[in-house]
């Protein structure tokens, strides 16, 4: 295809570079050093929005603002060397870099340098410091990878653990990671892992020529092979789909191998299945055998690192049928030939602008835009996979919650004046970090499925860190008069607890307190009660219940675990009716 277009611009059908090697693309800009040959790269949001790249070099790491895209500014780098540790830097053909929080951590496959781990906190406006840099545990590694809901930090294909995996527990304290698992997968758990995508504890292991494992580290000292599959070639990275259906896995070895999708689906099973491989090489029909390298996923679409084809994007809505969508080619002078390896090394698709990084081994830092509906899905009002807490971005950008979620502190009482109130508590955040707080509540008839949504938003933005205590929440239900109760709007069947009934809520970092106080006028009415736990598979935990000998006076507490999936519900039921109120974090 490139030849193709090369031809075409030699008959002047093209007026500018660009046709000849992007489609749906276009260069923002190309920072390079001759000096330096480069590897991987990862991305940085903070707290303001604006966006970095962290490239990586044979013998630094580079700190990159692309805020504006045009013109990246290099604000730091740093070799390997570290004084306080007496630890030489050394020149590493693979670096790898992944973030938690405000921090970023990096190893090399070379030398003794251990895990750095860089503290970006300061920024905009202040340094970037490498605050920790620790080879006890390691020399060298091939990959990382950061769960970022669960603050895990995965290291593999290390010199003291090349046949497993090292874990630390990065959420405690981000600066000095722990370890909480240091284990080898040798005998029947695929062994040395190359490249490891992890999501609520599972771990997508690509095992070189062994293939693809997937491995529950839920107890990261005791992992569990869940199901595996060779899939032929040296399975060198993957990603899977957003919606944990399917995977994406490139094998690097031997050249001119596709892209591969499994069904994820039967893997609690222990079943693996190849559903779909694809390629589509942009030297073709002169030369087929291209390279992906390292895939990723952002909604429909996949974004492929893909050496002398430099950055390939597919949807793959349709696993039976990909289609090449776009690409930008960061290597256009191998023109009809894929010797050797050179290209596009990396890429980085989840930016809250939409703008992609990519890597380059010989020539560096390339920054792109691209008319595709990308999206990073920051901000989006959901917690996506690698959100913690808040709808902070993950990947995007640091979560609020992380350094002061202690103040995300306060106490709210809400009577209860209609049959069913499910009091709801999100919090989301701009590209500025303000946290909006919204409460929700809503009637619900159990028998008929009526409902009468009452929403009310009773905050703006919030500065980061203010504590919303000080603010004196408060929160207006509509209330009912006997009438209003009786009437076809609101169904009669609906007048139940009315009047003296009250929920106070207490939450802090961990854990909230219940307290019901239910002093009801139709306490003869009522048979039982019971406060349950609903997960996020549906399955009820019951933590108290009791029949109508013991009811009145009633006055409850209860404290329980603040998981933002799970529901806590009260359900009272009468002679004739039950009535749930569904506390919902």
């Not at 002061?404 to 106490?411: G, V």
């Not at 009047?499 to 307190?513: G, M, P, R, W």
């Amino acid at each position: 295809m490139k030849l193709f277009n090369s031809l075409l611009l030699l008959f002047g059908l093209f007026v500018h570079l660009n046709a000849q090697i992007s489609l749906n693309t276009t260069l923002e800009s190309n920072w390079d050093d001759t000096s330096l040959a480069f590897n991987d790269i990862w991305g940085y949001v903070d707290d303001e929005g604006n966006e970095y790249a962290i490239l990586g070099a044979r013998t630094k790491v580079l700190f990159f603002d692309v805020t504006d895209p045009t013109t990246p500014t290099l604000l730091a780098d740093f070799t390997g060397d570290w004084i306080p540790g007496g630890i030489s830097g050394v020149s590493s053909t693979w670096r790898d870099m992944k973030v938690y929080d405000r921090y970023v951590y990096a190893v090399a496959d070379s030398g003794n340098e251990g895990l750095m781990v860089f503290d970006m906190s300061a920024l905009p406006g202040g340094n970037i410091n490498k605050i920790c840099q620790d080879n006890s545990d390691f020399g060298k590694a091939h990959n990382i990878f950061v769960d970022v809901p669960n603050g895990r930090l995965y290291v593999v294909g290390s010199n003291t653990q090349n046949s497993g995996v090292i874990i630390y527990d990065v959420a405690s304290n981000p600066a000095s990671p722990t370890i909480i698992g240091n284990v080898s997968l040798s005998g029947g758990l695929g062994g040395y892992i190359h490249d490891i995508f992890v999501q609520d504890n599972i771990g997508y292991c690509s095992s070189a020529y062994a293939g693809m494992y997937i491995i529950d580290f839920t107890i990261p000292t005791s992992p569990t092979l869940l199901a595996s599959l060779n899939t032929g070639g040296y399975n060198h990275s993957n990603w899977i789909y957003e919606d944990g259906t399917k995977l994406l896995y490139a094998e690097e070895v031997p050249a001119g191998l596709p892209l591969g999708i499994l069904d994820l689906d039967e893997v609690a099973m222990g079943n693996l299945t190849i559903i779909n491989k694809f390629k589509e090489p942009l030297e073709a029909p002169a030369a087929v055998d291209n390279i992906y390298h390292n895939p990723f996923i952002v909604d429909s679409f996949a974004i492929v690192s893909s050496y002398q084809d430099g950055i390939t994007i597919y949807n793959i809505d349709d696993p039976m049928n990909p289609v090449l969508r776009g690409y930008y080619d960061t290597y256009p002078s191998n023109v009809g030939d894929y010797s050797g390896y050179a290209g596009c090394w990396g890429t980085y698709p989840f930016l809250p602008s939409g703008n992609i990084l990519a890597s380059d081994i010989s020539t560096g830092l390339y920054v792109i835009s691209t008319s595709l509906p990308i999206s990073s899905e920051c901000g989006n009002g959901v917690l996506d996979a690698f959100e913690q807490e808040l709808d902070c971005g993950g990947f995007c950008m640091p979560c609020e919650s992380t350094l002061c979620k202690s103040d995300l502190n306060f106490t709210n009482n809400v009577p209860i004046d209609t049959t069913t109130v499910s009091n709801t508590i999100t919090a989301s955040t701009s590209l500025k970090q303000h946290i909006n707080v919204v409460f929700q509540a809503s009637l619900i008839n159990l028998e008929s499925g009526f409902e009468v949504p009452l929403d009310t938003e009773f905050l703006g933005e919030i500065a980061p860190c203010t504590p919303i205590s000080t603010l004196s929440p408060t929160i207006d239900l509509f209330e009912y008069s006997d009438a209003e109760l009786e009437s076809e709007d609101v169904r009669s069947d609906r007048k139940i607890l009315y009047n003296n009934n009250n929920i106070t809520v207490t939450y802090n970092d961990a854990n909230s307190l219940v307290y019901f106080d239910l002093l009801d006028k139709y306490s003869d009415e009522i048979k039982a009660i019971t406060f349950y736990q609903v997960d996020l598979l549906g399955k009820k935990t019951t933590l108290f219940e009791t029949t109508a000998s013991t009811i009145y006076p009633m006055m409850y507490k209860q404290l329980i675990d603040r998981d933002l999936l799970d529901q806590y519900v009260l359900e009272i039921h009468y002679l004739d009716k039950v009535q749930q109120i569904r506390l919902v974090y």
